[in-house]
């Protein structure tokens, strides 16, 4: 997708030849010759760069130079031996300045390098608030090959992806291994989740404001779409979202186009999304709970991830990667001992591989400088263990319901009913925690 330039120079002859030269190598390009018509233009379009004349008749374009630069990369165009005017651009956060008359050449390089700049500086922003996770899958169950072979297929097209799968159960690596084999691999990948962002705020986060959209918005700001430009976006749970903002979504998988809130412009949604969800959408969507365009929409391609509990024999690898990524790993390897696997074998998971992370971490940290991980170490809730279910629970098998629902008893049983200390043990949000209590009629 070709970046597009405002031009600002009031010499029409060399804004008409400096406008070809970068339109000969794939730029959109406006030009405009006046000041008074930036904000106006603004308000219309949205520039990747802004390549302007120091002085133009109409201001001194130096002294908005903070104010631009906010809107995009600016690059000043001085005249020849105006050294002066050179550094109060760059002192005022110009990304670089060109001397009149200005080489082709150095033209298209300046161009080029500025816009890679702030390509790279805006995915190292957003990276730097993520928490670095690999994106592959650990495993070799007969479950997981047929996974696996789904996520080859579809990673190299543009497909829009559904995931669904139990809470825990791994959605976000299967979405990253479908980002990191696809074409898309060097650019960036935001994931939402769409259980925690607050239901007000969702529908700014996700597609953006403009200054005075509403009350405290007081300058323009990109959402998630915007962020994921060129790369993937991934929304987690989203049969949480709202159908106001579920309409929206349609539309941007339909024409790949979206608006800030408060804003006329249409912007382009380059962007791949994949979706994941551990609810029923299309049950949901036959019952008019979720809209069932959207679901249409998104189940063009569906990859299922299988619960733990289906593929029990990945524990033991699971379990050797988690002591292998622990910080414990660098000054002690440690190894889980045969009982420990039995015990681990023989629990169901209805945490999924999300639990069996929290209880390998916390196995890791009660062994201390033991070498080796033993049942003693592994904080499982015992009354839920294959026996326990089998002799002491249920009068019958269990179901995943009847598991899920003891599970929780015994959480808020021990400790004392707090929600949120009970939701941090699950990996769970404290919003996705308090459906399934109400779920199950719990208090």
């Known amino acids: 997708m070709s970046a597009r330039v405002l031009l600002i ?5 060399l804004g008409r030849l400096m406008g070809e030269q970068l339109t000969s190598q ?17 308000v219309r379009q949205e520039p990747q760069l802004v390549l302007t004349d120091a002085r133009l008749p109409d201001a001194n374009v130096l002294e908005h130079l903070e104010w631009l630069q906010r809107q995009a990369p600016v690059i000043v165009l001085t005249a020849y031996g105006s050294v002066r005017d050179a550094v109060e651009a760059m002192h005022a956060g110009a990304e670089e300045y060109l001397v009149k008359p200005v080489n082709p050449d ?27 996770q690999p994106s592959y899958i650990v495993g070799n169950s007969p479950a997981l090959a047929g996974m696996q072979q789904m996520i080859e297929a579809v990673a190299p097209t543009d497909t829009t992806v559904l995931i669904q799968g139990e809470s825990g159960s791994g959605k976000e690596l299967v979405a990253r291994a479908i980002h990191d084999l696809s074409e898309r691999h060097e650019r960036i990948f935001v994931p939402v989740d769409c259980c925690t962002i607050q239901e007000k705020l969702f529908e700014s986060e996700l597609f953006g404001h403009e200054r005075g959209a509403f009350t405290g918005a007081d300058r323009r700001k990109k959402g998630l779409i915007e962020a994921a430009q060129g790369g993937s976006l991934f929304l987690d749970e989203i049969g949480e979202i709202e159908p106001a903002i579920q309409a929206k979504l349609l539309r941007v998988l339909e024409t790949g186009q979206f608006r800030r809130l408060g804003s006329i412009k249409d912007l382009v949604a380059n962007t791949r999304i994949v979706a994941a969800t551990n609810r029923d959408l299309e049950a949901m969507s036959q019952d008019g709970d979720f809209r069932a365009d959207l ?18 024999e990945d524990i033991p690898a699971l379990v050797q990667h988690f002591i292998a990524n622990h910080d414990f790993s660098r000054r002690i390897q440690k190894t889980a001992s045969a009982a420990a696997l039995d015990i681990l074998m023989a629990y169901d998971w209805p945490g999924n591989i999300r639990e069996l992370r929290n209880v390998m971490e916390r196995a890791i940290i009660l062994s201390g400088n033991s070498p080796e991980i033993g049942p003693q170490h592994l904080t499982l809730p015992s009354r839920l263990t294959a026996q326990a279910c089998d002799n002491q629970l249920f009068e019958r098998e269990p179901t995943l319901e009847d598991i899920e629902r003891r599970y929780l008893e015994f959480l808020l049983d021990r400790h004392d009913g707090k929600r949120a200390k009970v939701a941090q043990i699950m990996g769970v949000s404290e919003r996705n925690l308090y459906r399934v209590i109400k779920r199950h009629g719990l208090r």
């Open 106 to 132: 150095e033209l298209n390089m300046t161009v080029a390098r500025v816009l890679e700049l702030a390509r790279l500086r805006r995915e190292h922003q957003y990276c730097r608030t993520q928490t670095a």
């Open 9 to 13: 120079e009031d010499d029409a002859p």
């Open 26 to 42: 794939g730029y959109e390009v406006d030009t405009l010759g006046r000041w008074s018509e930036v904000e106006s233009y603004l």
């Open 295 to 312: 679901y249409y929409r998104l189940s063009v391609f569906v990859i299922q991830v299988p619960p733990l509990r289906e593929r029990k």
